[in-house]
């Protein structure tokens, strides 16, 4: 396949990818995908006729989130994918004159990109066996790093889906108490170790009713496409209020999502097998297939000077819980899932100190600060830094990329 329209070298948005997302201008909201740096809109794109196979619902591309167009199923979905892909392709129903320079091709310039999806909840795994060791040495005993039931299940938590923001949404410094070494009693203030934590995250694309269960096997069936993920974290704040409950106010302030969904059949040519699990997983964690996949991922720390510096290129292929296990087992007791929800990865760490997935690791508590560009260091992430996350496949010639995925810290 090759586009007419004009992609970069090294773009993310090639014609592999066709990923889904909204934009607003102008106080207008559409459901769109992007080639290069072109948005494709997909209600005017509807009104070429090119779907009209489909019989889709009037309308469902002109709304400001995607869950009513993901309701109508992987079947719909994914033909709607494959009809834009051969008219987006040289020689396609788009690659005409007629179409160019009209609204159904707008410079990504000149669009603003939101919040794709309503997210009604949130839940966040801890599944990356390096990370949860990092943090297990640092924090306990290092020749007990994992807890008795982290090889058994992937531990997760429900989080706070009203402060999951889109690329490119200044972050606050959150405020909460925090406890001092030595100190008698708790103060209160900014938090003085700002994380982040470089994660994916995937969308839910099929209800389930209370009681039912998804199984590893159908888990796919229900995973509509992935998204780059930063939870944002208050390590002081969390190292105070995490026991008993776990994560709260240093958690659920905000979460910085990318705009584009990336689809599973995009990725479908980047599955790769999964570390091996031992002990043996209990049967309903059992899977059998290729379930984890090779996107690679970075992420920079870019001064308010605009001074960067590359501080960790991790994979996803590295998760020792799949998305299908995750799914599994949120469901396994009966909890329902509804379009639009996110479910996120946690921290991906790697093997080696270049890819673990957060400052605390990569500083390892602050002991080993990361020098900046402009002579300044970082322990944790300063007021006017940007985290700028990035996730891309690339294999044959082929790159499918998520776009940006940054957030500016702000007092």
């Known amino acids: 396949m090759q586009s007419f329209l004009d992609i970069p070298h090294h773009s993310d948005f090639t014609i592999h990818n066709i990923p889904f997302g909204v934009y607003s201008k102008d106080g207008h909201f559409s459901a769109c995908t992007r080639v290069g740096d072109t948005i494709i809109d997909l209600n005017q794109c509807a009104h070429t006729r090119i779907f009209d196979g489909l019989s889709l619902p009037k309308g469902i591309f ?3 989130t995607l869950n009513d167009f993901i309701s109508l199923g992987k079947q719909t979905t994914t033909a709607v994918r494959k009809l834009i892909q051969e008219a987006l392709n040289i020689g396609g129903f788009l690659d005409n004159d007629i179409f160019k320079g009209t609204s159904v091709f707008i410079p990504n310039d000149q669009v603003q990109m939101v919040l794709p999806i309503h997210i009604g909840d949130y839940t966040d795994f801890y599944s990356s066996k390096e990370h949860a060791t990092n943090v297990g040495i640092m924090f306990r005993d290092p020749a007990n790093a994992l807890l008795p039931n982290w090889l058994h299940l992937p531990v997760g ?23 001092v070494d030595g100190a008698d009693k708790p103060s209160f203030g900014p938090s003085k170790q700002l994380d982040f934590e470089l994660e994916m995250g995937f969308v ?4 389930t009713q209370l ?4 199984s590893t096997h159908d888990a796919e069936d229900y995973i509509f496409g992935l998204m780059l993920f930063n939870d944002w974290s208050a390590r002081d704040i969390q190292k105070w209020e995490y026991v008993p409950l776990g994560p ?8 910085t999502i990318s705009p584009w969904i990336v689809t599973l059949e995009a990725l479908e040519s980047f599955r ?17 297939g290729d379930k984890n996949y090779d996107i690679h991922l970075s992420v920079d720390i870019v001064t308010a000077q605009g001074d960067s510096k590359r501080v960790s290129t991790s994979n ?11 799914l599994a087992h949120h469901t396994v007791n009966g909890c329902n899932m509804r379009v639009g929800d996110l479910l996120a990865s946690g921290t991906i760490s790697g093997p080696t100190p270049d890819a673990y997935g957060s400052m605390l690791e990569i500083c390892w508590k602050g002991t080993k600060p990361v020098q900046m560009p402009d002579g300044t260091e970082r322990k944790f992430i300063l007021d006017g830094d940007t985290v700028a996350m990035r996730g891309w496949c690339e294999k044959d010639g082929i790159r499918i990329g998520f776009g940006a995925c940054d957030g500016k810290v702000i007092g």
């Not at 009681?211 to 998804?214: F, H, K, L, N, Q």
């Not at 097998?273 to 059998?288: H, K, R, S, W």
Request: aromatic fraction near 12%; charged fraction near 15%.
């Open 62 to 64: 002109n709304k400001s």
């Open 157 to 179: 938590y429900h989080g706070r889906a009203s402060s999951i923001v889109v690329s490119g949404t200044e972050i606050k410094r959150p405020s909460g108490q925090t406890m």
């Open 204 to 207: 839910i694309g099929k209800n």
């Open 211 to 214: 009681g039912e269960t998804i």
């Open 248 to 255: 709260f106010l240093a958690k659920n302030f905000a979460s």
């Open 272 to 288: 790769v097998a999964g570390p091996t699990q031992d002990p043996e997983v209990l049967p309903y964690l059992q899977y059998e």
């Open 316 to 326: 996803f292929k590295y998760m020792y819980w799949n998305m299908c296990q995750q």
